[in-house]
């Protein structure tokens, strides 16, 4: 993506409409089978806090009914992952105002930045998000059996959803020490196949990572950036993006071009939300969406 074109994008990149998955707010076969056993944590995306435009003029709000529907999950998740653009132009006060919002979880919560938490730099996002053992951004550790790996792939904006050799040589070293048999959950904020290339929702250097996980026999990887549910599978590679809590986008291809989607106020709360994510005893994960509404 060119910097005229990236400046264009960082004006409306927003949030999601479920497209292939299940209704919002209800349990697929396998999420009701896997209730009570493995690990559960949930998913949580683009929310653009700093956004001011109709198609939602309170994102704050949005985010603080995310907050308090996990909040009120009857068990708490093991923790949160935010899959980026937590901010909508990377500004300090956008920061602090997530990171006061997103403090009042009850669970643990992991940030991956998205392009819009790193215009002109990525200082501001290290500065609120930084962790000891992530000194380049990229990180992973191990939980209920499963390795989980959060991946970088929005520093370089004039080439959208771009690696780099040194993060691919990072995880290969990293999934070099994991047995076939341990479920790998990928984090990252654009989806790293070519879900929609003619829109840039796709890691250009993707290919190279997905190769390092063909071997493993399960792998979950889930990503933000699209504002909307789309799942695939390339034989044991399961893919889902997520909705953002913030507002939606067009489906591929159906407009000129990406950007917020503008729906009924009354409809907006039905068509945004979070995810969770249940692992059972044998790694298979099992996706369930939630709507604000």
């Known amino acids: 993506m060119k910097r005229r074109n990236f400046i264009e994008h960082?004006?409306?990149?927003?949030?999601?409409?479920?497209?292939?998955?299940?209704?919002?707010?209800?349990?697929?076969?396998?999420?009701a089978a896997a209730m009570g056993r493995g690990l559960t944590f949930v998913q949580i995306s683009d929310s653009h806090i700093g956004f001011a435009r109709p198609e939602n003029p309170d994102v704050i709000g949005t985010l603080r009914k995310t907050v308090e529907a996990i909040n009120r999950r009857p068990v708490q998740p093991a923790f949160v992952v935010h899959t980026g653009d937590i901010t909508h132009l990377s500004k300090p006060e956008q920061f602090d105002t997530a990171k006061s919002v997103l403090s009042q979880l009850r669970a643990p919560i992991i940030y991956l930045p998205g392009e819009h938490d790193v215009i002109g730099s990525a200082a501001h996002y290290f500065d609120f998000f930084s962790r000891r053992d992530a000194?380049?951004?990229?990180?992973?550790?191990?939980?209920?059996?499963?390795?989980f790996v959060a991946l970088i792939n929005v520093f370089n904006f004039e080439r959208m959803g771009l690696m780099g050799q040194r993060q691919?040589?990072?995880?290969?070293?990293d999934l070099a020490a994991q047995k076939r048999s341990t479920p790998i959950i990928?984090?990252?904020?654009?989806?790293?196949?070519?879900?929609?290339?003619?829109?840039?929702?796709?890691?250009?250097?993707?290919?190279?990572?997905?190769?390092?996980?063909?071997?493993?026999d399960r792998v979950t990887v889930l990503s933000g950036h699209i504002h909307q549910i789309i799942e695939h599978t390339e034989g044991n590679i399961?893919?889902?993006?997520a909705n953002s809590t913030a507002y939606p986008q067009p489906k591929p291809?159906?407009?000129?071009?990406?950007?917020?989607?503008?729906?009924?106020?009354?409809?907006?709360?039905?068509?945004?939300?979070?995810?969770?994510?249940?692992?059972?005893?044998?790694?298979?994960?099992?996706?369930s969406e939630f709507s604000l509404g």
Request: hydrophobic share 45%; proline share 5%; no cysteine.
């Open 186 to 216: 990928v984090f990252a904020h654009v989806p790293l196949y070519a879900l929609y290339p003619q829109w840039g929702w796709t890691t250009e250097d993707g290919g190279k990572a997905l190769a390092l996980l063909r071997r493993f």
């Open 253 to 287: 291809g159906s407009a000129a071009k990406p950007g917020p989607l503008q729906v009924p106020p009354n409809q907006l709360l039905g068509v945004i939300g979070y995810r969770t994510v249940q692992l059972d005893d044998n790694g298979e994960s099992a996706l």
């Open 135 to 147: 000194r380049d951004g990229w990180f992973s550790f191990d939980q209920g059996g499963a390795h």
């Open 168 to 173: 691919l040589d990072w995880l290969a070293a």
């Open 10 to 31: 960082v004006g409306w990149t927003g949030a999601g409409i479920a497209w292939t998955l299940t209704a919002a707010g209800s349990l697929t076969a396998n999420a």
């Open 238 to 241: 399961r893919f889902a993006t």
